[in-house]
């Protein structure tokens, strides 16, 4: 299984297998219940070293417990990288080859010697830059895909 599938499988694991622990959490105490959710995410990420962060950047997103690990994801793999250790390019052909023209692709972070590519679309977004990946979107067989290549291509991650 690819970098990405595996972390995001192992991630959804763990979460459900804790989801009535952070269910009862939320409904006494939301930070807690988001510290929790953060815990274990920190937890997968170190297996795969990295940092794993689930955001809920909308309200109400929290408490839509069977879309967790399954969207609105960051991996920060290496927080000292600022170029890719392939040409930018290759990494937006690679996005274009899989969402087609459904999805505007273009460079992002541009500064300070740092570069990045955003693919987005009006309803969400995946920024990839050269020390994380942040999917701003729920992951789709094609989103699943990119990342895949990105973890196992760009990243180096191991699973």
Same mark, same amino acid.
């Given at each position: 299984m690819a970098a990405f599938s595996q972390i995001t499988a192992d991630l959804q694991g763990q979460l459900k297998r804790d989801l009535a622990q952070i269910m009862l959490l939320l409904r006494r105490n939301p930070a807690l219940g988001y510290a929790r959710i953060v815990e274990i995410g920190k937890g997968v990420g170190r297996k795969y070293d990295m940092n794993l962060v689930v955001n809920f950047p909308k309200e109400g997103r929290i408490n839509? !417990? #069977? &879309? !967790?690990?399954?969207?609105? %994801?960051? &991996?920060i793999i290496d927080y000292e990288r600022k170029r890719f250790p392939i040409d930018r390019d290759v990494i937006k052909s690679r996005a274009r080859e899989i969402f087609g023209d459904s999805v505007k692709i273009q460079d992002a972070y541009m500064y300070e010697d740092k570069e990045g590519v955003r693919v987005y679309t009006e309803g969400w977004k995946i #920024?990839? %830059?050269?020390h994380s990946l942040h999917v701003w979107t729920v992951f789709d067989e094609r989103v699943t895909a990119l990342c895949d290549w990105l973890l196992d291509e760009v990243y180096a991650v191991k699973a």
């Open positions: 839509e !417990y #069977d &879309m !967790y690990g399954r969207r609105d %994801l960051s &991996m #920024d990839i %830059l050269p």
